[in-house]
């Protein structure tokens, strides 16, 4: 005949009760032990009787393995603590975000409602604090290209001033060269003409006179 299952609740009578609890904490003690032994774990077992009684298993020193419990805890406290800082932290980023979109839209002129006479009025001035600094801003940025406009052209024209300046001394010294190359060859067809004049003219006196005295010794006709 199969066992009859308990069902599992309260049990009324006080002796009863006191009964089935010493035979099922000496059960719970000596599975605690055997699971000890069987697989080398270090068990501590702390049970406290309706009565406020403690009774405990350790299958070392109940102090160690108290010791390591709360070692234990505080690590995985420790661990577990960055992981909410980091969802508070997404948490408050996304309303930040929200915020600033909504800011934005209504600075675009969008997304109006919920706001009062108050907030409209903030916001227009706002708006128009925006207005003046971006007013500023590009003033100053024309300012700047100018300015920068300006020394280029300064810049250029030094160049030029420069490139002109180069160009002169380069004609001056080509107009020498050529005045020079002109006197140059005026004195080379002067000095060929000389030359040419001395080889074309008549014999020297010297051959006159050797001619006479030939003519000299020559016979008279009779």
């Not at 009578?13 to 774990?41: H, M, P, W, Y």
């Not at 190359?181 to 050797?210: A, F, H, K, R, Y």
């Amino acid at each position: 005949m199969a066992r009859q299952k308990i069902k599992i609740k309260k049990i009324d009578n006080v002796t009863a009760r006191q009964v089935t609890f010493s035979k099922r904490r000496r059960g719970i003690f000596k599975k605690a032990e055997e699971l000890s032994v069987l697989c080398d774990a270090e068990v501590g077992l702390i049970i406290f009787s309706a009565t406020g009684k403690l009774f405990e298993y350790p299958s070392s020193s109940m102090k160690d393995i108290i010791t390591k419990y709360n070692q234990h805890s505080h690590d995985n406290n420790q661990l577990g603590r960055p992981q909410n800082l980091q969802v508070e932290q997404c948490v408050d980023l996304s309303k930040e975000v929200a915020e600033r979109n909504q800011q934005l839209r209504q600075m675009k002129g969008e997304d109006f409602q919920g706001l009062n006479l108050d907030d409209l009025q903030q916001l227009e001035k706002t708006l128009e604090t925006g207005l003046e600094r971006v007013n500023e801003t590009k003033e100053k940025r024309i300012m700047d290209e100018i300015v920068a406009l300006h020394k280029k052209g300064l810049k250029l024209e030094e160049e030029n001033k420069h490139l002109k300046q180069k160009m002169a001394m380069l004609c001056m010294g080509k107009s020498s060269f050529l005045v020079d190359s002109d006197i140059t060859l005026q004195e080379v067809v002067s000095s060929e003409s000389m030359n040419v004049c001395s080889c074309n003219s008549g014999p020297s006196l010297e051959d006159d006179s050797s001619d006479t005295s030939l003519k000299l010794g020559l016979p008279f006709p009779n």
